[in-house]
Nanobody, 125 residues
Framework: QVQLVESGGGLVQAGGSLRLSCAAS????????MGWFRQAPGKEREFVAA????????YYSDSVKGRFTISRDNAKNTVPLQMNSLRPEDTAVYYC??????????????????WGQGTQVTVSS
């Protein structure tokens, strides 16, 4: 079992930045690939970014590529998501997730085994 807790959400103006963090506890953190997803009201949960178990490989959705950066610290069991140049369309609840597919960069909701409770990000225009 892995427990995930997100933090760092809030209200920011368009063009601003936020840094989300995901703290993991439970089973060995480095056994898991990690991802960030988001869900806006009335929409399905969508993939944002993923990072491999060692942190050497990352993958981003086209909508955030070049603006968001995912990283991980296996010593501290954390997965930050740095979000720059935020847009109103980035408004959503952001979720951290862990996948047993540690060797890959999973992008589907069904590829992930554990989820956090989410943190709200609101970008005003």
């Amino acid at each position: 079992q892995v427990q995930l807790v997100e933090s760092g959400g809030g209200l920011v103006q368009a063009g601003g930045s936020l840094r989300l963090s995901c703290a993991a506890s439970g089973r060995t953190f480095s056994n898991y690939a990690m991802g960030w997803f988001r869900q806006a009201p009335g929409k399905e949960r969508e993939f944002v970014a993923a990072i491999s178990w060692g942190g050497g490989r990352t993958y981003y959705s086209d909508s955030v590529k070049g603006r968001f950066t995912i990283s991980r610290d296996n010593a501290k069991n954390t997965v930050p998501l740095q979000m720059n140049s935020l847009r109103p369309e980035d408004t959503a609840v952001y979720y951290c997730a862990a996948s047993r597919l540690r060797g890959g960069l999973p992008r589907g909701v069904g590829d992930y085994d554990y989820w956090g409770q989410g943190t709200q990000v609101t970008v005003s225009s």
